[in-house]
């Protein structure tokens, strides 16, 4: 009987295996029922692999027949049944050749290539890693196997899947489909300001490309290994304030249209602008001595941010009595009520700032330009913008109005396109989730082929 000493022998059930049909030739079996230093039950199958034929016994050199030399035994990992691992211990025929003198070990036919395991236990793996809802760790617990084995068969299955070999490197697959609207983003990779950008098909939400860094020349590679066929049938890019990417586009496809995300102009108004007037004015207020008006600048920003109409839901759901949040009485939590009076403060404010006046104008106008479909009338409302921005004569309202003027032409081309960056914006936060939940990533090339996977999988 084969037993180690870190192993305690539970019971022998003699003639069983667990699923024989993926054993072709698995003869004479006998199983115990063990557990191991892990506290994991596991099934110790022992058994000979049969000669089905007379090609293992010919001498892959001078073709010869082969003598029987004994006898060696090979230890194969096998589909696990439940939460209990299977080990095979296969003996196996050694044969010498009496002509070159050389040995032969006979083939396993279902033995895993570059793996020692079945190929049973390799699909059961591979089946797993195409959920994307298991860590490498579990996967590796649930299996029997090391972490670091799931790792290199999933690196294994996405290399297959996505790349090619181009003579000796390989490369990334040539996407099987044309894309019409196209949309960039970078996303951090590690601390120390380490960037990596990634291209997506705005309609499928497939990761098309990534390579390190933010710079234009990641827009060159893309294009370059797509080509100038597949890249006109591509009619528009959504991105963010990026002038690298925009002039990338416009230099290699002029005929592509660069439509910059509504969400970044709106950030950008929101904590250039709104939040540093909030502060230029309450820092002017302490220092000409009116304390109560800089006292009514706190706990603001997020008001004057708001737009009238969101203001008016929430002082309506104030007068009905509804709850910000119910509370929990486990845990002592108190109950948050709703504060009213939102819009009469946010009036109050106006009225007493014309910078704030300024900034509820800008976004009003904002607001009617991104509501448009026609070019020239959202031109008419960002020139409007702009006029208001030069008439303040604040440094931040001339910050923003330049933002506009330098980005003029992907910001019009919205009106039309009605294109946004939220698909890629919510790929990079599941991009932190797939980090997350592998605990960090030191193989980037591995990560980033798990990302492109990611992306296409559509959970039934």
């Known amino acids: ?42 099934y110790n199958i022992y058994g000979e692999q049969e000669v089905v034929t007379d090609e293992d016994s010919i001498c892959p050199c001078c073709k010869t027949h082969m003598h029987v030399h004994g006898q060696i035994t090979r230890v194969l990992k096998h589909e696990s049944k439940g939460k209990t691992a299977c080990r095979l211990f296969v003996k196996v025929t050694r044969f010498k050749c009496p002509k070159c003198h050389k040995t032969h070990v006979q083939q396993i036919p279902y033995e895993c290539q570059n793996h020692r395991m079945t190929t049973a236990l390799y699909k059961q793996i591979t089946h797993y890693l195409e959920q994307h809802d298991t860590s490498l760790k579990k996967i590796a617990k649930n299996c029997g196997v090391d972490s670091h084995t ?7 299955r996405l290399l297959n899947k996505y790349t090619t070999m181009e003579g000796s490197r390989r490369k990334l697959k040539k996407p099987s489909e044309y894309s019409r609207y196209l949309g960039i983003d970078e996303f951090k990779l590690h601390n120390g300001h380490q960037y990596a950008t990634h291209i997506i098909d705005l309609e499928t939400g497939h990761i098309l490309w990534i390579a390190f860094g933010k710079k234009k020349q990641i827009v060159y590679d893309f294009i370059n290994h797509v080509g100038d ?27 592509v249209q660069v439509v910059y995300d509504r969400f ?43 737009s009238p109409k969101t203001l008016e839901r929430k002082d309506a759901l104030a007068n009905q009595g509804i709850l910000l949040d119910s509370g929990d009485v486990l845990f002592r939590k108190e109950p948050k009520i709703r504060k009213g009076g939102l819009k009469k403060r946010y009036n109050q404010l106006l009225k007493e700032n014309e910078l704030f006046f300024a900034i509820d104008l800008v976004k009003e ?96």
């Open 1 to 42: 009987m084969h037993t180690n000493r870190s192993v305690t022998i539970r019971q022998t059930i003699p003639g069983t295996v667990v699923y024989p049909e993926s054993l072709t030739g698995f003869i004479n079996q006998t199983t115990e029922l063990i557990t191991n230093d892990s506290k994991q039950l596991v």
């Open 150 to 156: 799931v790792k290199a068969i999933d690196k294994e």
């Open 229 to 255: 066929k597949w890249m006109c049938h591509v009619k528009a890019v959504s991105c963010d304030m990026n002038a690298y990417f925009y002039s990338a586009f416009k230099e290699m496809c002029p005929w």
């Open 264 to 306: 970044h102009v709106i950030k950008n108004l929101n904590d250039k602008v709104i939040a540093m007037v909030r502060k230029d004015e309450q820092r002017r207020l302490i220092e000409e001595g009116n304390f109560s008006q800089a006292r009514s600048l706190k706990r603001c920003r997020y008001l004057l941010m708001s």
């Open 365 to 460: 106008e904002l607001t009617q330009a991104y509501s448009t479909r026609d070019e020239d009338e959202m031109a008419d409302h960002l020139t409007h913008v702009v006029e208001i921005c030069e008439g303040t004569k604040n440094v931040h309202f001339k910050w923003f109005s330049n933002l506009i003027l330098k980005h003029w032409n992907g910001l019009i081309s919205h009106a039309v396109l009605r294109l946004s960056n939220g698909k890629i914006e919510g790929i990079n936060n599941r991009i932190k989730t797939v980090r997350r939940m592998s605990y960090g990533f030191r193989d980037d090339e591995y990560f980033f082929l798990k990302l492109m996977d990611m992306s296409r999988y559509r959970p039934a």
